[in-house]
């Protein structure tokens, strides 16, 4: 029930709108949330709901501490491209057994649980595109159960949810020598998650790799998104880096 009117930035609704961001941040979207006064017991037990429910009796999955594992390791590399080779020796690091055909197998039954979605390298040929991915969860509360006070991988598990909603197949990340957070090449934009640019080198190395990589794509679109720090930075050729408060960005 919270109506935005025209600039509502400028007014009271905007410590409104924040405090409800703060919320959506750490606790995810879903409605009955709004109804349960215990938060983390309702998601853990809608997270146990979805794994032996929608992946572990569903696909008749034998070896369930391996599965819950792996989960466990995507949500521990939340941000970072990881290979499924990696995610099974992680998994096998704890002397639980299993194999890089399981893993494979498990990611693929949280992806038709609507637990996890995944994004390919745009940079990568079609072999290494298909087996190093970034993994985010489809809510950040079920990320949250996991990472309790990890506020800026959070952020970036949002912004993935928000652009993943508006273009599915088409959102990739970038990685070879430049590093970018999330790109969609039919829209020439570009997307980085800082959760603050304050610190110099930061800010310098979130700023150097739009500009390197507009340099190779020719963007349209070069944005940083941040926690709650807004600002405009102008470069060659009319272009600029927007730096917007997710809060704000996700309203648009």
């Known amino acids: 029930n919270i109506h935005l009117e025209k600039e509502w ?9 924040q405090q409800q961001f703060t919320q959506y941040l750490k606790w995810g979207g879903f409605p009955e949330l709004l109804l349960d006064r215990n938060t983390r017991h309702w998601l853990n037990d809608l997270y146990e709901k979805v794994v032996l429910g929608d992946i572990i009796l569903r696909n008749k999955v034998k ?9 466990k390791r995507l949500a521990d590399n939340i941000s970072q491209p990881i290979s499924y080779n990696r995610i099974a020796n992680l998994v096998k690091g704890t002397g639980v057994n299993t ?15 609507c637990l996890v979605f995944t994004l390919s390298n745009f940079a990568s040929k079609f072999v290494e595109r298909e087996t190093v991915k970034k993994h985010y969860f489809i809510d950040n509360g079920l990320l949250s159960i996991f990472l309790t006070e990890d506020i800026s991988s959070l952020l970036e598990n ?43 080198s930061t800010r310098d190395r979130e700023i150097e790799a739009l500009k390197k990589f507009n340099n ?7 944005v940083i998104v941040t ?26």
């Open 9 to 17: 930035q400028f007014g009271k609704k905007k410590s409104v709108v």
């Open 63 to 71: 070896n369930e501490m391996a599965l819950r594992l792996a989960v």
């Open 99 to 113: 194999s890089v055909a399981s893993v494979i197998d498990y990611i693929r039954y949280a992806q038709e649980a």
């Open 158 to 200: 949002l912004c993935a949810i928000h652009l993943y909603k508006q273009y599915e197949k088409e959102l990739f990340y970038y990685n070879k020598r430049i590093e970018v957070d999330f790109y969609i090449p039919k829209k020439r934009y570009a997307v980085q998650v800082s959760f603050s640019i304050a610190d110099e």
């Open 216 to 222: 190779l794509e020719k963007l349209e679109r070069l």
């Open 227 to 252: 926690y709650d720090e807004e600002d405009t930075i102008e470069l060659e050729d009319n272009q600029k880096i927007e730096v917007i408060p997710a809060w704000k960005w996700l309203l648009e």
